[in-house]
């Protein structure tokens, strides 16, 4: 995953379902497996223990 990735990041996930929805998802993906990083859930962001934001629920890209 791009989270240990630093070449990589991940900024904007364009997807309308509720954010609690998503990070369960984002912790118990089906293929990957389970996260091993930490994140919060924080308004409509996933912020995780390294400082990285990723922010959902935007209906297009024109509203981030």
Known sequence: ???????????????????????????YDSIHGRLKESFKVEGNKIVFENGKVILFGYATFLAV
Do not use: P
Not at 2 to 18: E, G, H, I, K, Q
């Open 1 to 27: 995953m791009t989270l240990d990735n630093s070449a990589l990041d991940v900024a904007v996930v364009n997807d309308l379902a509720d954010i609690d929805t998503l990070a369960h998802l984002f912790k």
